[in-house]
């Protein structure tokens, strides 16, 4: 699972649904819709962050879902479809339907990392307001969502 | 989170694959919302009916988990579906058909009541909802809302399989809004301005549901004043836009205040409507009370519809509508009334017919726009009306 060598920063975090995980963040700082998230894994939700982008294979990092009950089923679905994002990280205390679609789908899922993992994800602490509808993914993170770890890993 | 030795058994599986799956959702989101227990419920309403919304990845789990022919252990009662059963368009295909009734099967193997509706605290919809304090599991979010702030029931706004987890187990985690000293708000919402029809209600609650808090209060609403059409586009704006489970309309010691101008609502309308004018008129999410029925028809006065106008309700209330007299009138004014479905995710709606559509519902409006990809306008039912019917 793992490839990049960590560059020795991590973050302590909880786990909720274990596992191990390893790619890209993309990073939003406002909570999502998941019921907005099409079969490809793209956010179809004009109002956010993430709008027309696609979750698919990323450790996808956000403070907790919001909205409907049924997103639950889309995260499920893109899993069937080898089309999830390869981890979950919920910046403040993962929400019901986050932890229940992670746990019917196996994806890794940790809460409570706090806001410090922010600056790390984008372009070197470059201002994440500024960076809608542009590509995140340029950092690569870890999931240890037994022990509880997210750690910063170098190409 | 403490398990009894039952609860621990059933999630080793000796119950069986699926009971196993229910008990490791429930400590799964146990875990995350730091109950202590499990409690019993006495209701479960459980989402993720409509096959647009839940797909054939959903149509094979609910086959997966409905095979054990293991039951639900409480009443439960089923949201929306995907088209009205009475009356089957030429845009819903024979697989969409195929399927939603599949998915209807493996819901009925595990016992539950298909009511198909996403107002199942409107006792003409479903009679039989438990007396007040007692704990339920809803997970349709304006039903959530609904229950906690209006009938005093005690339910977290869960998701489809937490409900679907809690009417297989009779339980659900004990924490957040089930516990009574949960139910305060930390943040207030002072309404300054002269709030008037659902439609304010609407944008009130996606502006209140973006402030991200589990329990809201909301200053300068009178009670008494609140229609049923209010507190239905007040739930279902709060439960699309946030995670809110519950609101309060006193503002008590609320530290934190956030003023709500009519600024703000037009902001929030900007937001969510992108078109001045609309194809065809939707009035539904929530599906439409017979109350709301009524009003349309008192509304047109005998005028008609220029445009299609959709509107949507629970199958009950379409029976009883037509008992008196409301579809007839409702179809001569060239509306047509769907029941059992809704308006969230159609696919009744399709943007190679419609370009944009006009809506006083905040969800309709969101859902329509995110996933149906047509254009919003958003007015109140009694201008639609004025402005619409001739």
């Known amino acids: ?155 | 989170m403490q398990l009894s030795r039952y609860e621990e058994e059933a999630l080793d599986g000796k119950y069986g694959d699926t009971v196993a799956l229910a008990y490791r959702v429930l400590v799964a989101i146990g875990n995350a919302i730091e109950a202590d227990r499990l409690i019993d419920i006495s209701w479960a309403h459980v989402s993720g009916v409509n096959y647009n919304t839940i797909g054939d990845a959903g149509l094979r789990f609910l086959e997966d988990i409905s095979r054990e022919g293991i039951k639900v252990k409480v009443k439960t009662t089923l949201n929306p579906m995907g088209y009205d059963r009475g009356r089957i368009e030429p845009i819903i295909s024979d697989t969409f058909i195929e399927r939603q009734e599949r998915i209807l099967d493996a819901y009925s193997r595990l016992g539950v009541t298909g009511i198909h509706s996403c107002t199942p605290y409107d006792r003409d919809v479903f009679p039989d909802i438990p007396p007040t304090g007692s704990q339920v599991s809803l997970a349709e979010s304006n039903a959530a809302i609904y229950a906690n702030s209006m009938l005093g029931l005690l339910t977290n706004k869960e998701s489809a399989i937490s409900a679907l987890a809690s009417a297989i187990t009779g339980k659900a985690p004990y924490s957040n809004l089930r516990l009574q000293e949960r139910r305060y708000a930390k943040v207030c919402i002072d309404v300054r301005y002269d709030i008037k029809d659902e439609l304010d209600y609407g944008l009130l609650g996606y502006y209140a549901g973006k402030l991200n808090e589990e329990c809201i209060a909301l200053n300068g609403i009178e009670y008494d004043r609140l229609t049923s059409a209010d507190t239905k586009a007040l739930c279902s704006a709060l439960g699309t836009s946030g995670s809110t489970g519950m609101f309060i309309l006193k503002s008590i010691d609320a530290k934190e205040r956030h003023p709500f101008d009519r600024s703000d609502a037009i902001k929030v309308k900007d937001e969510l409507s992108d078109a001045d004018d609309g194809d065809i008129i939707v009035f539904g999410s929530p599906q439409l009370g017979l109350d709301e029925l009524s009003s349309i028809i008192d509304r047109l006065n005998g005028r008609r519809f220029k445009k299609r106008c959709m509107i949507f309700c629970a199958r009950s209330v379409y029976s009883k509508a037509s008992r008196l007299g409301y579809i007839d009138a409702l179809e001569k004014a060239n509306a047509t009334v769907y029941s059992g479905c809704c308006s969230c995710l159609t696919p009744l709606i399709s943007k190679a017919s419609v370009d944009s559509v006009i809506t006083n519902s905040v969800k309709a409006a969101y859902y329509l726009r995110s996933w149906n990809k047509v254009g919003v306008c958003m007015r109140s039912m009694r201008s639609i009306i004025d402005s619409e019917s001739v």
């Open chain 1, 1 to 155: 699972m793992s490839h990049g060598k960590s560059n020795g920063k991590e973050y302590r975090c909880r786990g909720i649904v274990g596992g191990y995980a390893e790619g890209f963040a993309l990073l939003s700082k406002e909570p999502i819709n998941l019921l907005t998230i099409d079969s490809d894994g793209v956010v179809n939700d004009h109002t956010s962050m993430l709008y027309g982008m696609s979750i698919s294979g990323a450790i996808l990092i956000f403070p907790n879902a919001i909205g409907s009950s049924v997103g639950v089923y889309r995260l499920y679905a893109l899993k069937v479809n080898n089309k999830a994002p390869s981890g979950i990280v919920c910046i403040n205390t993962a929400d019901i339907i986050t932890a229940s679609a992670a746990a019917i789908s196996s994806i890794p899922l940790v809460d409570r990392v706090g806001d410090a993992i922010i600056g790390e994800l984008v372009y070197g602490g470059a201002d994440a307001e500024a960076m809608t509808n542009v590509d995140l993914r340029v950092t690569r993170v870890r999931v240890d969502a037994y022990a509880g770890i997210i750690s910063i890993v170098d190409d």
